[in-house]
């Protein structure tokens, strides 16, 4: 735990450029610096760090973030770990705070579970070397076509036929039966003994992605016996540090190869992933077995969003192929899906081609999911009408899933072109399906929104709101141009920003994007306006806030009003805007952090070169701009406003309270038609 202050001081110490300086080779270029990106494989570079934001971005994968960022993603760290490697660069001292004693407990027990893990992850590999290990397990392994290198690299094992093996060597090198239990490893019995989970089994331990053991896959290779129970694969259950939900066979090994390559190769079994890599195609990963959980995608998604997934080409792994890829396309991730030929699987295929055959046949017979789907079924629907028609629904529910708008509308095409239907025909029906699912996610966003948000380590795809910020066109678009909600994508947001009142959406964000950006940054109001004021200047943050207080709004969206206030709250205590900026950008609530990594970072910041042209043109900018946000805001609080009141009016049968709320409307309708009036429309 490393005390707020020294975590500030680390933040304003950490120089992007440096940073990032000593893993890349970066280029000036105008106010920024420029590279091939680290995160993927590139020969012209797309990836730009900026000082004056003390960010950095990719254009080409799309990854983003500041200094601490860079050096968790690079270096696959934690938030603590990167801050520590920053101290260690800038020599400042880190006192850790005292942890509480509950602190204290929780971690080293985790931590006492994954010593024991890989206690016996090496026990495993030691009998490999036994006698009995040898002639059993080893030669198993080689007869799958596994190599020395591939057996050490995965620490693969051998679980010895007595019962008690890695109990009892586990206790008597001082490991506590509690933790071995907890770990899935022993099991106790009622008289007492403690018995292994795993016995006469080849192990394949299952590791973390940051590649600590923390589960085990054992085989057996026994023959089944008639009328015992036979479990050819038994696993470790779920444990604290083992959500199966959550893990990947092979992640570890893949991770690095999955960023290079920006694609995951998905297949089913251990043996499939060990024989892949072994081949050289090292970005592969298992499910092992399970059907695959969103925790899952999610992991694979810190990595990239393409996904190839390999399946046995026979009509059961056509059915899994069917069913299993909704949650990706849910995800926003991008699938491929390949075919092998009838009765192979990756396993086979790996040991009978050469690397180059294998990614050649890939690269032949991959098929976007859309199609692929489209393709088998048309097959199967013949020229029925009535199965053509529920096949085309079935598509179109397919691609409803969706969330990029983009995507949908070029699948939509392809999609009408197949079956030489109406592209509207299409659009209708997906446009329902998505409207149910928003109404289904709104309803459940309600809800989680009382309870605490809990943070999680998963990126929300940034919603593509209107935007007009940064480009700063002539003119301003007229009211009715604004969409109520967000263009391109629906009002759903994803990871923990909580859009909860989508028709405020876009201005709160417009102006949030004012203040986070040029908050400090002086109105110079001309003479002749009518915000002018003798003697005294206002920056943007006070100018945002000052109008809102007046007519009492507060930001109706939760997301929103929360890094308002923590805006206002650290520019009381006098931090400068670029410190501000850093401490929203790198901080610890995963909903700040989102709503401020979409607002500075997600959008054009750094490709519009012109935007830091100078400081006039901004500030002509802003004082043009900045008003007129606020009073179309404000336009849109009065709608608000005016129709709630029309709605009191027919429910209060008494005449004075009739009047009372008829003027008020009157009032209000005036205030609305000024506004509209100065925003040039009448
Ligand atoms: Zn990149």
Same mark, same amino acid.
């Given at each position: 735990?490393?005390?707020?202050?020294?975590?500030?001081?680390?933040?304003?110490?950490?120089?992007?450029?440096?940073?990032?300086?000593?893993?890349?080779?970066?280029?000036?270029?105008?106010?920024?610096?420029?590279?091939?990106?680290?995160?993927?494989?590139?020969?012209?570079?797309?990836?730009?760090?900026?000082?004056?934001?003390?960010?950095?971005?990719?254009?080409?994968?799309?990854?983003?973030?500041?200094?601490?960022?860079?050096?968790?993603?690079?270096?696959?760290?934690?938030?603590?770990?990167?801050?520590?490697?920053?101290?260690?660069?800038?020599?400042?001292? &880190?006192?850790? !705070?005292?942890? /509480?004693?509950?602190?204290? =407990?929780?971690?080293?027990?985790? #931590?006492? @579970? +994954?010593?024991?893990?890989?206690?016996?992850?090496?026990?495993?590999?030691?009998?490999?070397?036994?006698?009995?290990?040898?002639?059993?397990?080893?030669?198993?392994?080689?007869?799958?076509?596994?190599?020395?290198?591939?057996?050490?690299?995965?620490?693969?094992?051998?679980?010895? &036929?007595?019962? !008690?093996?890695? /109990?009892?060597?586990?206790? =008597?090198?001082?490991?506590?039966? #509690?933790? @071995? +239990?907890?770990?899935?490893?022993?099991?106790?019995?009622?008289?007492?003994?403690?018995?292994?989970?795993?016995?006469?089994?080849?192990?394949?331990?299952?590791?973390?992605?940051?590649?600590?053991?923390?589960?085990?896959?054992?085989?057996?290779?026994?023959?089944?016996?008639?009328?015992?129970?036979?479990?050819?694969?038994?696993?470790?259950?779920?444990?604290?540090?083992?959500?199966?939900?959550?893990?990947?066979?092979?992640?570890?090994?893949?991770?690095?190869?999955?960023?290079?390559?920006?694609?995951?190769?998905?297949?089913?079994?251990?043996?499939?992933?060990?024989?892949?890599?072994?081949?050289?195609?090292?970005?592969?990963?298992?499910?092992?077995?399970?059907?695959?959980?969103?925790?899952?995608?999610?992991?694979?998604?810190?990595?990239?969003?393409?996904?190839?997934?390999?399946?046995?080409?026979?009509?059961?792994?056509?059915?899994?192929?069917?069913?299993?890829?909704?949650?990706?396309?849910?995800?926003?991730?991008?699938?491929?899906?390949?075919?092998?030929?009838?009765?192979?699987?990756?396993?086979?295929?790996?040991?009978?081609?050469?690397?180059?055959?294998?990614?050649?046949?890939?690269?032949?017979?991959?098929?976007?999911?859309?199609?692929?789907?489209?393709?088998?079924?048309?097959?199967?629907?013949?020229?029925?009408?009535?199965?053509?028609?529920?096949?085309?629904?079935?598509?179109?529910?397919?691609?409803?899933?969706?969330?990029?708008?983009?995507?949908?509308?070029?699948?939509?095409?392809?999609?009408?072109?197949?079956?030489?239907?109406?592209?509207?025909?299409?659009?209708?029906?997906?446009?329902?399906?998505?409207?149910?699912?928003?109404?289904?996610?709104?309803?459940?966003?309600?809800?989680?929104?009382?309870?605490?948000?809990?943070?999680?380590?998963?990126?929300?795809?940034?919603?593509?709101?209107?935007?007009?910020?940064?480009?700063?066109?002539?003119?301003?678009?007229?009211?009715?141009?604004?969409?109520?909600?967000?263009?391109?994508?629906?009002?759903?947001?994803?990871?923990?920003?909580?859009?909860?009142?989508?028709?405020?959406?876009?201005?709160?964000?417009?102006?949030?994007?004012?203040?986070?950006?040029?908050?400090c940054t002086e109105l110079m109001f001309d003479r002749d306006s009518k915000y002018y004021v003798e003697g005294e200047t206002i920056n943007v943050a006070e100018f945002i806030d000052a109008t809102?207080a007046e007519?009492?709004?507060?930001?109706?969206?939760?997301?929103?009003?929360?890094?308002?206030?923590?805006?206002?709250?650290?520019?009381?205590?006098?931090?400068?805007?670029?410190?501000?900026?850093?401490?929203?950008?790198?901080?610890?609530?995963?909903?700040?952090?989102?709503?401020?990594?979409?607002?500075?970072?997600?959008?054009?910041?750094?490709?519009?070169?012109?935007?830091?042209?100078?400081l006039t043109?901004?500030s002509t900018?802003l004082i043009q701009?900045v008003p007129?946000?606020l009073?179309?805001?404000?336009?849109?609080?009065?709608?608000?406003?005016?129709?709630?009141?029309?709605?009191?009016?027919?429910?209060?049968?008494?005449?004075?309270?009739?009047?009372?709320?008829?003027?008020?409307?009157?009032?209000?309708?005036?205030?609305?038609?000024?506004?509209?009036?100065e925003?040039?429309?009448?």
């Amino acid at each position: 735990m490393i005390p707020q202050d020294t975590v500030n001081r680390i933040l304003d110490a950490a120089q992007i450029v440096d940073v990032v300086g000593d893993f890349v080779t970066l280029k000036k270029k105008g106010a920024d610096y420029k590279a091939c990106c680290p995160f993927h494989n590139e020969k012209t570079p797309s990836f730009y760090v900026s000082p004056s934001k003390g960010i950095y971005k990719c254009f080409g994968c799309g990854k983003s973030g500041t200094a601490v960022g860079f050096v968790m993603e690079h270096e696959s760290m934690t938030f603590t770990e990167a801050l520590k490697y920053l101290a260690k660069k800038y020599n400042i001292e &880190v006192v850790e !705070k005292e942890e /509480s004693a509950e602190e204290i =407990a929780n971690r080293q027990r985790h #931590e006492s @579970l +994954i010593l024991v893990s890989e206690f016996a992850g090496k026990f495993f590999q030691d009998a490999l070397q036994t006698t009995d290990g040898q002639v059993i397990a080893y030669q198993y392994f080689r007869s799958r076509g596994l190599t020395d290198e591939t057996i050490q690299k995965y620490g693969l094992g051998w679980s010895p &036929v007595s019962r !008690k093996a890695l /109990s009892e060597a586990a206790r =008597a090198a001082g490991y506590k039966e #509690e933790f @071995l +239990i907890d770990a899935g490893l022993s099991l106790k019995m009622d008289d007492g003994r403690l018995i292994d989970r795993f016995y006469d089994r080849v192990m394949f331990p299952i590791h973390s992605h940051l590649g600590r053991v923390i589960a085990f896959g054992g085989r057996t290779l026994a023959k089944p016996v008639p009328g015992k129970p036979y479990a050819k694969y038994k696993n470790s259950p779920e444990t604290e540090i083992y959500v199966k939900s959550n893990s990947l066979y092979g992640i570890f090994f893949a991770k690095t190869e999955m960023s290079r390559k920006d694609n995951c190769i998905l297949v089913e079994g251990y043996l499939d992933v060990l024989q892949m890599h072994q081949l050289g195609l090292k970005n592969v990963v298992a499910s092992s077995g399970t059907s695959l959980t969103v925790g899952q995608i999610r992991l694979i998604r810190k990595f990239t969003n393409n996904v190839t997934i390999i399946y046995d080409g026979d009509s059961a792994g056509i059915n899994a192929a069917l069913k299993g890829v909704g949650l990706f396309l849910k995800e926003g991730m991008n699938v491929k899906v390949v075919l092998l030929p009838d009765g192979q699987d990756p396993d086979d295929f790996a040991r009978k081609h050469t690397l180059t055959e294998v990614q050649d046949y890939i690269h032949q017979h991959e098929q976007d999911f859309i199609g692929f789907k489209t393709d088998v079924l048309l097959n199967e629907a013949g020229d029925d009408p009535l199965k053509r028609t529920r096949l085309i629904n079935d598509i179109a529910d397919t691609i409803a899933l969706i969330p990029d708008a983009i995507a949908r509308a070029v699948y939509i095409k392809t999609t009408a072109s197949k079956f030489e239907i109406d592209e509207d025909l299409l659009v209708e029906r997906i446009s329902s399906v998505r409207m149910g699912m928003i109404e289904e996610e709104q309803k459940q966003k309600k809800l989680e929104s009382r309870k605490p948000v809990k943070s999680s380590d998963e990126q929300a795809p940034a919603p593509e709101y209107f935007d007009y910020g940064m480009e700063y066109p002539d003119e301003m678009p007229p009211i009715d141009d604004i969409p109520m909600v967000p263009l391109g994508s629906d009002p759903i947001v994803s990871g923990p920003i909580i859009i909860n009142a989508p028709e405020f959406a876009p201005c709160e964000h417009e102006l949030l994007k004012f203040i986070l950006e040029h908050g400090c940054t002086e109105l110079m109001f001309d003479r002749d306006s009518k915000y002018y004021v003798e003697g005294e200047t206002i920056n943007v943050a006070e100018f945002i806030d000052a109008t809102l207080a007046e007519d009492e709004h507060d930001f109706e969206n939760l997301s929103y009003r929360k890094v308002y206030e923590e805006y206002f709250r650290m520019y009381d205590e006098g931090l400068s805007q670029q410190q501000i900026q850093t401490r929203l950008l790198n901080s610890q609530d995963q909903e700040i952090m989102e709503v401020a990594k979409e607002l500075l970072i997600e959008k054009h910041s750094l490709t519009v070169a012109n935007y830091e042209k100078s400081l006039t043109a901004t500030s002509t900018l802003l004082i043009q701009f900045v008003p007129k946000a606020l009073m179309i805001y404000q336009v849109k609080k009065l709608d608000k406003m005016i129709s709630n009141l029309m709605g009191g009016l027919n429910s209060t049968p008494d005449l004075d309270a009739q009047v009372e709320t008829l003027t008020k409307i009157t009032d209000l309708t005036r205030t609305r038609t000024m506004l509209n009036k100065e925003l040039g429309r009448v």
